[in-house]
Nanobody, 124 residues
Framework: QVQLVESGGGLVQAVGSLRLSCAAS????????MGWFRRAPGKEREFVAA????????SYADSVKGRFTISRDNAKNTVYLQMNSLKPEDTAIFYC?????????????????WGQGTQVTVSS
C-alpha cells in the first residue's frame, strides 16, 4: 500500500508559478515511477508529467512542455511539479500517482495508487 498526499495548490495569476508536492508513505518510494495528472472542470483527467524511479527519465504532455518540471527526492519520499508561466487553462485539480515499474506511463489506468488531489486555479 502507498499513501499519497498532494500539497502546494492555490490561486495564482497568469504567468505566475506554483510548486506542487506529493509526499508518499508506505512501500519503498524509490521502487516506482511517479506521475502527475490533472482534471479541469468539465474535462477528462489528463496526463501532465511522469518521472522514472531513479529520476533519470521524464515525460511531459505537450501542453506543459517547457513550462512544467517534474522532479523527485527519494530521500524525502516526495515528488514535485514546478509549474511556471501558468495559464488560465492550467486550472484543474492536480493528482499524483504511483506506477510499480520503471517505465514512464502516460495512461491513468497504468497507475496503481492516487492521491486526493490539490486545486490549482490560475486567474487571467
Amino acid at each position: 500500500q502507498v499513501q499519497l498526499v498532494e500539497s502546494g495548490g492555490g490561486l495564482v495569476q497568469a504567468v505566475g508559478s506554483l510548486r506542487l508536492s506529493c509526499a508518499a508513505s508506505g512501500r519503498s518510494f524509490s521502487a516506482y515511477a511517479m506521475g502527475w495528472f490533472r482534471r479541469a472542470p468539465g474535462k477528462e483527467r489528463e496526463f501532465v508529467a511522469a518521472i522514472s524511479w531513479s529520476g533519470g527519465r521524464t515525460s511531459y504532455a505537450d501542453s506543459v512542455k517547457g513550462r512544467f518540471t517534474i522532479s523527485r527526492d527519494n530521500a524525502k519520499n516526495t515528488v514535485y511539479l514546478q509549474m511556471n508561466s501558468l495559464k488560465p487553462e492550467d486550472t484543474a485539480i492536480f493528482y499524483c500517482a504511483v506506477n510499480y515499474g520503471d517505465g514512464l506511463p502516460i495512461q491513468a489506468y497504468e497507475y496503481d495508487y492516487w492521491g486526493q488531489g490539490t486545486q490549482v486555479t490560475v486567474s487571467s
